[in-house]
């Protein structure tokens, strides 16, 4: 873990300055510890209790999820402040009750669920594979099956009929997504809910901005934000990542501060207030 003194350091220009700071969390693994069935995640009433004081204090608070805007919103429990879901196919901004879509994806939504309802089978409803319909992306979890390995395997054979069939897709932690083959990710929601902020609301401009995550979906929301740095249009970006034994390599090589866990993330909600 990342010294306090470090973290303080790294934190200063956003915390001397939040009117012109955007503050972004992934949720599962960073604001909600992992649990076993994707459906049980919830974010902790001591953290969403400090989430609450900075979503009042930062120019711009936001999450950022796989999941769906609407099921993101729910788990955090935090209404005034934005979602990115489906990995940047929905945009809910704060207060609104329906979220914005990426038209791309939108168009996919029916061949996507097609597919999931015709490959998932009861073999693997025996073997505790788990489907999630994310509208626009199919998800298929094996994380606390009784056999992990037998499970996985399974799931990589979907993997492969979805490959054959034009889908694209993505490996998160015992997760396999379905996606339609249309540019998706992270990133592209991270800046598009930035560009958003400035072109709306008619408030100061965005200066910084801090991005927290666990996965392997969120090194694009890292790239992005180092990519608006070196175009001018961030001055300072801050990417921290959320140490586990399951954290990606290349997550923490991309990352200006390790953290240790769920304590590490409350301390860091902490530093920024």
Not at 55 to 60: A, H
Not at 70 to 85: E, F, K, L, N, P
Not at 87 to 102: F, I, K, N, S, V
């Amino acid at each position: 873990m990342s010294p306090a003194a470090t973290l303080v350091e790294a934190l200063e220009p956003l915390r001397s300055d939040p009117a012109h700071a955007a503050v972004l969390f992934d949720i599962d693994g960073t604001l909600a510890p992992i649990v076993r069935h994707a459906a049980d995640a919830h974010v902790p009433e001591a953290t969403r209790t400090l989430l609450i004081e900075i979503s009042k204090r930062y120019r711009l608070v936001g999450c950022v999820s796989g999941r769906r805007a609407a099921t993101a919103r729910q788990i955090v429990a935090i209404g005034s402040i934005a979602y990115i879901g489906n990995h940047g196919g929905e945009l809910l901004r704060p207060g609104a009750t329906r979220p914005e879509l990426d038209p791309d994806l939108t168009a996919w939504s029916e061949r996507v669920r097609e597919f999931a309802a015709r490959v998932y089978t009861p073999e693997h409803q025996r073997a505790r594979v788990r489907s999630e319909d994310k509208e626009a992306i199919a998800a298929f979890h094996w994380r606390g099956a009784p056999d992990e390995e037998a499970a996985a395997a399974l799931v990589r054979e979907i993997a492969e009929l979805a490959e054959d069939e034009g889908f694209a897709v993505h490996w998160g932690r015992m997760v396999l997504e379905v996606r339609p083959p249309v540019a998706l990710d992270k990133g592209l929601g991270v800046s598009a809910l930035l560009q958003s902020a400035a072109d709306r609301d008619n408030g100061p401009p965005i200066k910084s901005a801090l991005y927290v995550g666990d996965d392997s979906t969120d090194i694009d929301a890292f790239r992005a934000l180092r990519a608006l740095v070196d175009a001018g249009t961030l001055e300072l970006a801050v990417r921290v990542a959320v140490g586990s034994e399951e954290t990606p390599r290349e997550l923490v090589e991309q990352a200006d501060l390790i953290i240790d866990g769920q304590s590490g993330v409350r301390g860091l909600l902490e530093a920024l207030l």
